[in-house]
């Protein structure tokens, strides 16, 4: 006989001492914990975490057992299931209410490979188990179609209630839009400033783009009208930005991160990536040459009080799986797959901390 009383109260009470790392509240008060069910001499639950990403999930499993066998009986078998639901400040949106997390990859000037990461951070997430969308909204030069192999692939037109909507297309488990599939392949695109920002509206508007949890928003370099329109057409729930590590990438980081932050603007800044960090060739993977200077990326972090997402080497694999239109993560590169995965489960660990923490960011309204 069990000389320890097992009941449904004494299970929250004794996970209730347990802290979710990141958001700093214990996981009974978050509403993490699920579905207890009480046998003799055991107790089963489910954990929701709030990312699938989420690194420290063995670290919460963990501490969870300790926390039944410390509180409640250390002879107790504890079975947990880990499940993820991915949080939001979205709820209720008007536009998009199925998309929980609209997130803007920006970079202060152009060529620091910012469209690489915002395709290699999307399967990432996707590999994770997240669903996860693209908007190539970068007019000067859309690439998301060459990077995944879609240059011939045009998105579904059809009517709906006497509306013309428009299916993203789907890529290595990637749903996408991009200004780049609004023309034929090879055709020049001059687009005026109201045009782009139309495009871009329609991509919000008139597009299906289903249950989302993360929307990744490729914004063309630099600061511009196209920024300001993301801004007032949806709330945007955070922004991430995209440097290389020298002086010159870095003067132009700053006033892009600076932008998001203007009162008026005021979207939270989740992070920076670091690109083309250091070079390691293919035969000497240990080795790490720094030939873009090191440590940029860290400096604009720390000037803005915002956390350093990852780093990502500059590798030939990286390069050539853009142009053969299979994103570097998807063909198995194990230090491209390595260095974008940490940085997407970094990503999704400040998504769910900023869902935690600050209020829903409001949409811009026109002056
Ligand atoms: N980490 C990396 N290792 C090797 N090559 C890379 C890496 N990141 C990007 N590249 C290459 O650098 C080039 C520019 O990258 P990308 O198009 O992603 O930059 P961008 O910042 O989006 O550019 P743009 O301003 O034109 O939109 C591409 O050929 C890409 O394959």
């Not at 947990?80 to 991915?86: E, F, H, L, P, Q």
């Not at 469209?115 to 030069?141: C, E, M, P, Q």
């Not at 919000?204 to 009208?225: M, V």
């Not at 998504?351 to 811009?364: G, L």
Request: glycine letters at 8%; one cysteine or more.
């Amino acid at each position: 006989m069990s000389d320890y009383r097992l009941s449904t109260e004494a299970v929250l009470r004794a996970l209730s001492t347990v802290e979710e790392p990141d958001l700093k509240r214990d996981i009974v008060s978050l509403n993490m914990v699920k579905d207890v069910v009480l046998g003799i001499d055991s107790v089963r639950f489910t954990v929701v975490l709030t990312t699938p990403a989420c690194p420290l999930k063995e670290v919460i499993r963990k501490r969870c057992e300790d926390a039944i066998h410390i509180h409640i009986g250390a002879d107790i078998q504890v079975t947990i299931d880990m499940t993820s639901d991915v949080t939001s400040t979205r709820m209720n949106a008007p536009t998009l209410p199925g998309v929980k997390n609209i997130i803007a990859v920006s970079s202060g000037k152009g060529g620091v490979g910012k469209s690489t990461v915002t395709a290699n951070l999307a399967i990432a997430l996707h590999k994770s188990g997240a669903k996860v969308g693209i908007i190539d909204a970068d007019i000067y030069g859309p690439s998301m179609p060459t990077m995944f192999g879609a240059e011939n692939i045009q998105p579904r037109i059809f009517q709906q209630d006497g509306l013309t909507r428009m299916e993203p297309i789907q890529q290595f488990g990637i749903k996408i839009l991009s200004m780049g599939l609004l023309v034929a392949p090879g055709q020049a695109i001059i687009w005026r400033g109201t045009m782009a920002g139309r495009a871009l509206q329609q991509f919000f508007s008139d597009a299906d783009w289903g249950e989302l949890d993360y929307l990744l928003i490729d914004l063309p370099p630099g600061t511009g009208d196209i920024h300001l329109t993301l801004v007032q057409t949806v709330p945007v729930t955070g922004a991430i930005i995209v440097t290389t590590p020298q002086k010159v990438a870095l003067a132009d980081a700053t006033k892009g991160l600076a932008m998001f932050r203007q009162p008026q603007i005021n979207v939270p800044v989740l992070g920076v990536i670091e690109n083309m960090s250091y070079f390691t060739p293919a035969e000497l993977p240990d080795h790490k040459y720094y030939i873009f200077g090191k440590g940029g990326g860290q400096l604009l972090a720390d000037q803005f009080d915002v956390p350093m997402l990852g780093q990502i080497p500059l590798v030939q694999s990286i390069r050539e799986s853009g142009d053969d239109g299979r994103p570097a993560i998807s063909s198995g590169d194990p230090i491209a797959t390595a260095a974008f995965r940490d940085a997407a489960e970094a990503l999704a660990q400040q998504v769910a901390i900023r869902n935690a923490t600050i209020d829903r960011t409001e949409r811009v309204q026109v002056a």
